[in-house]
DNA sequence: TACAAAAAGTAAATCGTTTTATCCAGATCG
DNA sequence: CGATCTGGATAAAACGATTTACTTTTTGTA
């Protein structure tokens, strides 16, 4: 055990400077240092001068834990989504970050694991921290117990994308509604009468949007329009089996015209599908998929997609919540609906389905 | 001053029970249910039970901030990945999170986003925080700002994923060289004399280890084999018109017989590239990609890959951080190279080559 | 029964900040 | 000239725990 020689440990780091280590350095108190510190104007010039050179002689930061405990605003936000795995929710996650930065926040990030009990743990975990305020993609919905929980204790937050708009919360989405209807808009306008709606868990408030807006337009603009919704909650095995066995059972006329995915995954789980059964994309049917990837402009074809706007969502989220924390805010819940792109490759476009629809009408 | 001052503010939660509250709900002094709340024994159990009880009459629950102030070990780790929006490391902090989780740690995660600059500036950052220790993932190697921060503050570290062992710190990886060696074996054992070694940026120690594996072991077992590595550190865009001219002047005889892609983006690109061409996989060419993904098993043909094991690795650094920080272990840096794990599927497998070298040579 | 040792309990110091209440020297004013 | 402000500065009180250094009780032993 090596004793006694205390200060230039070389293990251990010289013990790092205090705000009085500064404030005797230079002459003041540690008052001062601190405002000094937070950019507080009632110092004169020479002592904040003599301050910061303290500050920079002795490398002093603040330590964020000490400062929290005193003050109301710890200035840290929490920030809760179901999983971590996605790119989706790594792009959200990695905006917010950022966003919080911005404004001088720090972050807490923690994964829900897709389990609203765990959810609801990690909300009260936040409140441990007395963070300023959570961000909180929920589970399943705005009525799951994260967001019971936030009530609960009275805690800032603002619930992002698997929810609906909603009277009690701020809520921040993509607005997957208009997004839907916008690829219904282009499928049917291109001619299609008879498409696929396939997609994975049904469980969340996103999902439910993504089906509701696309059915509404749809039987909108042509009340004959035929859809085959096939969801899934399943495994994955089972899914592929599922659309395999679709495909198997809908040949020929039967067969849909069109499909629109509704998560990545089932992109690409239809995408394998008619390739094995060597379905030509988008001659003989087309595709669409909601969420954009990297590798959609990889693969032969390209594949149209709707891409969320994950970066405005971040940003969005992050505003909405300071709004209610720094301004005290405490007007009515306010609800963003964020508008998605729809991004035009080969796998469905206007041009083409017009060219086919001619083709069939000659 | 607050007395008997408990007004419930509207908008305020209640305020929050404190740890004087308990004590003197429970008749006893705070350090006894600082006692009690940590599981300290020297209590006796009517006590211990007399305080578990205001406990839960009031939610007290611990502050982690006030909590941490005080002692050496603020039972905090920080965790700082070059990206979060790759599934790869987004498991990597699923399982971080809940190793440490497991052993009654917070974690405080933060994407550098591939820069080295701002990689030192996160490290300092959670200096700041005064971490118990940090786990790093550098954007390039155990040579960069972000390691040299950490020594420089003597800061406790587990480096992880894109470093090579080395005597100044505790490493944790996956063994790319041997991953690549087994890759090696296979191609090599199933009769492939003229390979393509297809990858991103050669900036990275992991993926230099996998083409120096590869070669090394490809080399040993024949030394005619003829190995075309194509590595480059361009943008998307460049990438896909590299290999496609590739495949443009490749063919015929000249065309190489197998393809070993290092990472998941070069598998797709080449999974698509041959595609487009028409070329059946692994009849006419054999596919094995780095880095595993769920699409992987639903292609057609399903994707030979390299797993990494990823939830291993987690567990491993928490654990090789936890040692040194809690039983001060002050012996040699540790390195652990985990096995990575290879995944037969249908774009390349021993038994398959074998049939293939028996036509050719039928 | 008496006394030392061990166990249990506590007051107070501490951690590194922020915030509050106070103080002080000049400036302004009547 | 005395009273009143006022811009700057500060000592000291939080913040909510942990930990230290004692004190008090209980237990064990002679």
Redesign the interface.
């Known amino acids: 055990m090596p004793q006694g020689d205390s200060r230039q440990n070389p293990?251990?780091?010289p013990r790092r400077a205090t705000i009085h280590d500064v404030a005797r350095k230079a002459g003041v108190s540690t008052a001062t240092v601190s405002k000094v510190m937070r950019g507080i104007a009632t110092v004169k010039p020479a002592n904040a001068d003599r301050v910061r050179e303290a500050v920079a002689a002795l490398d002093y930061?603040?330590?964020?834990?000490?400062s929290?405990?005193r003050g109301e605003n710890?200035r840290i936000i929490g920030a809760i989504v179901p999983?971590?795995?996605?790119?989706f929710?790594?792009?959200l996650?990695?905006g917010l970050?950022r966003a919080a930065e911005e404004s001088g926040y720090?972050m807490?990030?923690?994964?829900s694991?897709e389990s609203e009990a765990r959810e609801a743990d990690l909300v009260?975990r936040m409140?441990?921290?007395?963070v300023s305020g959570t961000i909180l993609v929920p589970v399943r919905s705005e009525r799951g117990p994260g967001a019971r929980q936030l009530k609960a204790?009275?805690?800032q937050a603002v619930l992002v994308d698997r929810v609906s708009p909603d009277d009690r919360y701020d809520t921040v989405t993509a607005d997957n509604y208009a997004a839907s209807a916008a690829v219904a808009d282009l499928l049917i306008g291109a001619g299609h009468r008879h498409i696929l709606l396939h997609g994975a868990t049904r469980n969340s408030e996103a999902m439910r949007m993504r089906i509701g807006g696309f059915e509404a337009r749809a039987h909108a603009l042509d009340p004959t329009v035929r859809i085959d919704t096939r969801v899934t909650d399943d495994t994955?095995e089972v899914q592929?089996q599922a659309i395999s066995a679709y495909f198997d059972t809908h040949t020929g006329a039967a067969r849909p015209s069109a499909v629109y995915s509704l998560s990545q995954?089932a992109t690409?789980?239809v995408l394998?599908?008619l390739?094995?059964r060597a379905v030509a994309i988008p001659d003989e049917i087309a595709l669409v998929g909601f969420d954009d990837a990297?590798?959609m402009?990889?693969?032969?074809p390209t594949i149209t997609a709707v891409a969320q706007p994950v970066a405005t969502m971040a940003k969005a989220a992050v505003a909405v919540l300071l709004a209610r924390v720094e301004r005290r805010s405490?007007s009515f819940p306010v609800s963003r609906l964020e508008p998605c792109r729809m991004i035009l490759r080969e796998s469905a476009s206007a041009h083409h389905a017009l060219s086919r629809r001619a083709r069939r009408g000659g």
């Open positions: 293990r251990q780091n930061r603040i330590d964020p834990l000490a929290g405990l710890r999983d971590l795995e996605s790119p929710f790594g792009a996650v990695t970050e720090h807490i990030v923690a994964s694991r009260a409140n441990d921290w007395r204790l009275g805690m994955r592929r995954h690409l789980l394998c599908e390739r094995r990297d590798w402009q990889t693969t032969w405490t």
